[in-house]
């Protein structure tokens, strides 16, 4: 009878893998298996062996896996033993973060809790105006959903692969710059890229040959999501610029932004309000187009300092399609000189000021 009820439920490591998909890393929405921390399944008649690796510095987060495989597993028809081989590393053994971007001074993101707010605008032209206070600077463009900089940046050229496999970011008007679009298939789905992206990520950052950085500014995907988690939680940053726009909504994306910063305990240097007024071209009027002072506002709502803010500017887009942003383009722009002051601001927050 019990051969036969082998022979009818045969299970198989499919099975077993389909049912740890319901697995959820604790605290995130991924699953264990896109994580790639499932290393091994073997199953022998109704005797299942999993095995599970993979690093965190939460100490409850292995035995809630264990417990939360054993339990999905014995789910399955025909399981009649589990064994769950399970090996959790310290973030340290598994993430050489110390290693990873060693010659960089200072790694500062620019994220936003919605996507369109003009945050890779704010990333280019502040690595520029950074340059222009006298540091040697990168760009690193992690936005796996939509990467910008090589266009914003008119880094037309792919990065070049030195005989060691070290990874040559494009200089472009003196800036270092690296985009995860050099990696990515255009064709892919964005479904798949996050999962894909985020076992490549680690390994890029550590192939790229920065060299010696003043700093490294980091134009992160929009949003709050898993995705921008592990970024911020693989790339060492000292810090994070969150970009907002002026209207009440923009409010809570931002305190999203801000909130995921203070959870991985990267200090947030403070609110970029973009697309604050519109100056008039010709006749140099002021309009108000959404509500005055908003980012001034939700910068003390958010209780983060408030860093500047940039004008609308349709000279903006001009420069950033044509791939010399406005800090280059028009160093004497409204929006130039903001975004200058913007720079001065962040280093202020950093520490390093240069008056
Ligand atoms: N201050 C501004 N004045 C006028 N246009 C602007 C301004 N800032 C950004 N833009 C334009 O708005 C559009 C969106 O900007 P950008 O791509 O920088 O946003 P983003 O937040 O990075 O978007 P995504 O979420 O898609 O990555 C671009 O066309 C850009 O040129
Ligand atoms: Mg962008």
């Known amino acids: 009878m019990g051969n036969l009820e082998e022979v009818r439920v045969a299970l198989t490591q499919e099975q077993v893998r389909e049912a740890l998909k319901q697995v959820k890393f604790p605290g995130l929405s991924r699953d264990i298996v896109s994580f790639g921390f499932v290393k091994g399944i073997s199953v022998s008649g109704g005797e299942v062996q ?20 054993r339990r999905a597993v014995e789910a399955l028809p025909g399981v009649t033993k589990v064994e769950v081989q399970l090996s959790v590393q310290a973030p340290q053994e598994a993430i050489p973060r110390r290693r990873l971007l060693a010659g960089v001074k200072l790694k500062v993101a620019v994220a936003s809790g ?12 502040l690595a520029l105006a950074l340059q222009q206070q006298g540091l040697t600077v990168g760009l ?24 060691e496999g070290r990874v040559l970011p494009v200089e472009v008007a003196g ?7 050099f990696l990515m298939d255009p064709d892919t789905p964005v479904i798949w890229r996050g999962p894909m992206v985020m076992k490549a990520i680690q390994q890029f950052l550590e192939d790229v040959e920065w060299g010696e950085l003043d700093c490294l500014v980091v134009d992160l995907p929009p949003g709050t999501g898993d995705a921008q988690l592990t970024l911020t939680q693989q790339v060492p940053l000292d810090g994070a610029v969150i ?4 209207q009440d909504v923009a409010l809570i994306d931002a305190r999203k932004g801000l909130n995921m910063f203070r959870k991985v305990n990267v200090p947030v240097l403070g609110v970029v309000e973009n697309m604050s007024v519109f100056v008039c071209p ?17 910068a003390e709502q958010l209780e983060a300092p408030f860093l500047g803010a940039v004008p609308i500017d349709p000279e903006i887009v001009v420069a950033s ?6 800090v280059l383009s028009r160093p004497d722009s409204q929006a130039a000189r903001a975004f200058q002051e913007i ?13």
């Open 50 to 69: 999993v095995e599970i690796s993979f690093a965190s510095a939460n100490p409850e987060a292995g035995p809630r896996i264990e417990a939360d495989a």
């Open 114 to 125: 919605k996507g369109g707010v003009g945050k890779s605008t704010v990333a280019a032209n």
């Open 140 to 163: 690193l463009d992690a936005d796996i959903y939509g990467p910008s900089q090589q266009m914003m940046m008119g880094a037309s050229e792919p990065p070049r692969v030195t005989a």
């Open 175 to 181: 800036i270092r710059v690296m985009s995860l679009g």
């Open 243 to 246: 970009v907002t726009t002026p």
């Open 282 to 298: 010709a006749c140099g009027h002021r309009s108000e187009i959404f509500k005055k002072d908003g980012g001034r506002r939700t």
């Open 321 to 326: 399609d044509a791939g010399v942003p406005i």
């Open 343 to 355: 720079a001065q601001a962040v280093l202020r927050q950093l520490g390093s000021g240069r008056s």
